[in-house]
């Protein structure tokens, strides 16, 4: 790869599928980084300054002083569709174009959340983990016997692409009533096609047998689910979060796991992950997975591939594929 002032520079923040990353180098002069180590906000500050584009993840946080450290950039494309790690204002106000990865992890995403779903409420991790210590001696009638998921009321908070996804799972592929709460209704059309109706966060909180979230993550939803939603669900109710680990209190999660108020839960995301809270380290039933909704080999790879497209684009002149507004 040689150096030109005229082909643009990019930085490839974290490793990802190298035959598609690799055609990046059609148009620009590319900096990856090979053993995949996140980088801290300093030395993100010091590779990006020469840079004109940048493939992230998102676990780099771009925010105004590491923008006003980087004078050069026109783009910045995250492989994955929630954006809460981008500061979205700031980026608009230096003319700083945002892309990220919707609607190729759609599906993926929702069959995940059903799967935890699953898995939480017929105890799928503790009755395996059970079996696997030695421990089973003998049949029983109440051994792991958990919720029904068929036939029940599920409540999805967040009614975009992967919340209606997952509300066309449970009515055609479960027979659940589904009740959705989000910020704007969706079309009579769209509530007949998925069998959903609307409901206010108490209300759903209060008819839903499960209640799964898929919302996009901004801190006005932070800890959304607190200690008074928790008691405002039903007893042995599920809880579900494929949205991001802050919309829930996890203490409040995990003291109401303990209490045996909350049946179940299924959790992909944590307020600091990697880090996991201890206290849902050690709560009862409740699947914890390292925030892997939307890791299929495919998946993954659609969504490193319309990041790759989306940075080429901008570079190019031409206006980005899936662009994330303010
Ligand atoms: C996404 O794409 O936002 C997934 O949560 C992975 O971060």
């Not at 939480?120 to 051994?143: C, F, H, N």
Request: with cysteine.
């Amino acid at each position: 790869m040689h150096e030109s002032t005229a082909r643009p520079r990019v930085l490839v923040a974290r490793a990802a599928f190298a035959d598609i990353l690799a055609e990046l180098e059609s148009v620009a002069d590319v900096e990856y980084t090979a053993d995949d180590h996140i980088d801290t906000p300093q030395q993100l500050r010091v590779r990006l300054a020469d840079k004109h584009g940048a493939f992230i993840t998102n676990s780099e946080r771009i925010d105004a002083e590491l923008l006003d450290a980087c004078p050069q950039l026109r783009v910045v494309s995250t492989m994955t569709v929630g954006v809460d790690h981008i500061d979205l204002a700031a980026c608009a106000a230096r003319g700083v174009v945002v892309t990220h990865a919707p609607d190729v992890l759609t599906e993926t995403t929702a069959d995940f959340g059903f799967a935890l779903l699953l898995a939480a409420a017929r105890q799928i991790a503790d009755a395996e983990r059970y079996l696997r210590e030695g421990r089973w001696v003998k049949w029983s009638y109440g051994l792991f016997a958990g919720a029904d998921v068929h036939g029940t009321t599920l409540g999805i908070v967040g009614m975009g692409r992967i919340g209606q996804a997952i509300a066309r799972r449970a009515a055609h592929g479960f027979g659940m009533r589904v009740l959705y709460h989000n910020r704007h209704r969706l079309s009579d059309a769209l509530e007949a096609q998925h069998r959903a109706a609307w409901r206010t966060l108490p209300e759903l909180l209060g008819e839903s047998d499960h209640v799964l979230l898929a919302l996009p993550y901004s801190a006005a939803v932070r800890h959304l689910i607190g200690a008074p939603q928790l008691a405002q669900m039903r007893p042995g109710a599920t809880l579900v979060n494929v949205a991001r680990g802050g919309v829930v209190d996890e203490a409040a999660l995990a003291a109401a796991l303990h209490g045996g108020h909350i049946g179940a839960a299924g959790l992909d995301v944590f307020e600091g992950e990697p880090a996991v809270n201890p206290l849902l380290l050690s709560a009862p039933r409740v699947v914890l997975t390292p925030h892997i909704a939307s890791a299929s080999v495919p998946t993954r790879r659609a969504m490193v591939k319309l990041a790759v497209d989306n940075l080429i684009a901008v570079l190019q002149g031409r206006a980005p594929l899936t662009a994330a507004g303010v």
